[in-house]
């Protein structure tokens, strides 16, 4: 079993910043890292993911604001979040694909979540 343990969330004013980190408790290598997000009465979705190889894809709404970085060697994946507006309140949830143990390849792993709240 392998579980994402995620840190960083808070209350911040908006323009504010806060960094979100994301480890796995182990694995030998995790094809993508990503970060989510869900607001209340909304559908979760994707604001940004990365590969063990560093591509990465952003939503629209993050672009020039988040950046999202890994270190492979510890597994933990971040995201720096920078300017940030009330409308990016929400839950943060980390995501990992692909997950290598040993023989065996997890689809899909999913942190607890982690609230983030950007006041006005």
């Known amino acids: 079993q392998v579980q994402l343990v995620e840190s960083g969330g808070g209350l911040v004013q908006a323009g504010g910043s806060l960094r979100l980190s994301c480890a796995a408790s182990?694995?030998?290598?995790?094809?993508?890292m990503g970060w989510y997000r869900q607001a209340p009465g909304k559908q979760r979705e994707l604001v940004a993911t990365?590969?063990?190889?560093?591509?990465?894809s952003y939503a629209d709404s993050v672009k020039g604001r988040f950046t999202i970085s890994r270190e492979n060697a510890k597994n933990t994946v971040f995201l720096q979040m920078n300017s940030l507006k009330p409308e990016d309140t929400a839950v943060y949830y980390c995501?990992?694909?692909?997950?290598?143990?040993?023989?065996?390849?997890?689809?899909?792993?999913w942190g607890q979540g982690t609230q983030v709240t950007v006041s006005p």
């Open positions: 182990r694995s030998i290598s995790i094809n993508v």
């Open positions: 995501k990992a694909e692909r997950v290598r143990v040993g023989l065996v390849t997890i689809p899909t792993c």
């Open positions: 990365i590969t063990d190889g560093g591509t990465t």
